[in-house]
């Protein structure tokens, strides 16, 4: 696993603190409609654009010293492919599967066999709306699932995925 070196071999300290400080990466995944933020139903999902919110995840990331990629897609075969290949460069995701969340059994199982945390975010609070949209498939996959705080969801999320990664 890890590399032997011979007694007189000298490292430079500095260097060996950079890489096993190694910046935890997380990657931020958005279901299908999320592209219209700001458009879509702003009574529900506030004025932001998704642009403007990944704006602000960034910013929160810097702070927080982990590095994010954030993507969408409207596809769920997409979402899919990228929670499966998720292990092999990211330490967690922060997840709002959109609708998926209530129809997904893929993307569920996909989170499960990951194996690296994942945190469901909602920007409403799913549980005060339609019947068919309190039920999350995902929510049993994820660690915990943060709902109904606006952008605040993606950003409590990403707090919640930084301290799993540095757990």
Known sequence: MGHVFPPETVIDE???????AKKKKILVLNGPNLNLLGKRQPE?????????INKQIQSLAKELDVEVAA???NSEGELVSWVQDAPNEFDAIVINPAAYTHSSIALRDAITAA????VEVHISNIYRREEFR???????????Q?????????????RAAAALCNA
């Open 14 to 20: 500095g260097i060996l603190r950079e890489v096993m």
């Open 44 to 52: 529900i999902y506030g004025r932001l654009t998704l642009d403007e």
């Open 71 to 73: 993507r969408q897609s």
């Open 115 to 118: 194996a690296i945390p994942a």
């Open 134 to 144: 309190r039920h999350s498939y995902i929510a049993g996959a994820a660690v915990g």
């Open 146 to 158: 943060i709902a109904g705080f606006g952008v605040q969801s993606y950003l409590l999320g990403l």
